[in-house]
């Protein structure tokens, strides 16, 4: 079974103060891949980046980070000197084997001005 | 840009009126996904096509229906809406189903239903 776990319900942040935001995951699946996505507050659901479970390497986009660590089952995102903009609920998601998309609960993210 | 498009944006229909949502994309992707997500939560899939094979989850009530005319467009039925369908409501595509690939779904605006 996949479970995904984003123990943070909500976050508030002054802007540009660092946030992380956390995510822990199930399966017993050997080959899966995860992927974290942004939904503002007019709904719709914006893709922001996807890891295989073969590759632990961690990434940097602009402000955002994705830390990947198998051994905890973990799947961090962190957004460095945070903006207004990045107001929004943050789902991560898991999809193994012949299931589909598999969300956690997210996390809303409330940046201050 | 290529992408996935719902209309409308916001549906309002009465209790036990039949109400269909429509989604269309212009990414080609074989696979459309429609996903409930009731006020914070998390979307919930309710049913995909891969291309015209029907995947229900099976939990999904009966009330809901879907069509697939084409690659390109795919429909919600909601045959006698009630209160708790009152949800945005939200398509999105892959090219490959599920766990068999990274690839990320595309997700349309949603939308948005109120039951009177």
């Known amino acids: 079974a996949q479970k995904v776990t984003q123990a943070q319900t909500e976050i508030s942040v002054v802007e540009k103060e660092d946030v992380t935001l956390d995510c822990v995951y199930e399966?017993?699946?050997?080959?899966?891949?995860l992927f974290w996505y942004k939904q503002p507050p007019s709904g719709e659901l914006v893709f922001l980046i996807r890891?295989?479970?073969?590759?632990?390497q961690n990434e940097i986009s602009g402000r955002y980070s994705w830390n990947f660590q198998k051994s905890t089952s973990s799947f961090n995102f962190t957004i460095t000197a945070s903006q207004v903009v990045d107001s929004a609920v943050y789902f991560c998601a898991l999809t193994a084997g012949a299931n589909n998309l598999f969300f956690g609960t997210g996390t809303r993210l409330t940046v201050i001005p | 840009d290529a992408m996935v498009i719902q209309n409308p944006r916001y549906q309002v229909t009465q209790f036990g009126k039949p109400v269909t949502l429509s989604c269309s994309q212009t990414?080609?992707?074989?696979?459309m996904y429609w996903y409930q997500q009731k006020s914070s939560q998390a979307p919930k899939l309710l049913f995909h096509?891969?291309?015209?094979?029907?995947?229900n989850e099976a939990d999904t009530p009966d009330n809901f229906q879907s069509r697939r005319p084409n690659t390109s467009f795919c429909f919600l039925d909601i045959r006698s809406p009630g209160l708790g369908d009152a949800a945005m409501y939200l398509c999105?595509?892959?090219?490959?189903?599920?766990?068999?690939?990274?690839?990320?779904?595309?997700f349309g605006d949603g939308t948005r239903l109120s039951i009177l």
């Open positions: 890891r295989n479970s073969f590759d632990e």
């Open positions: 399966t017993r699946d050997t080959t899966y891949y």
């Open positions: 096509y891969y291309d015209k094979d029907f995947n």
């Open positions: 999105a595509t892959s090219g490959i189903p599920g766990g068999y690939s990274n690839q990320p779904q595309h």
């Open positions: 990414l080609n992707h074989n696979v």
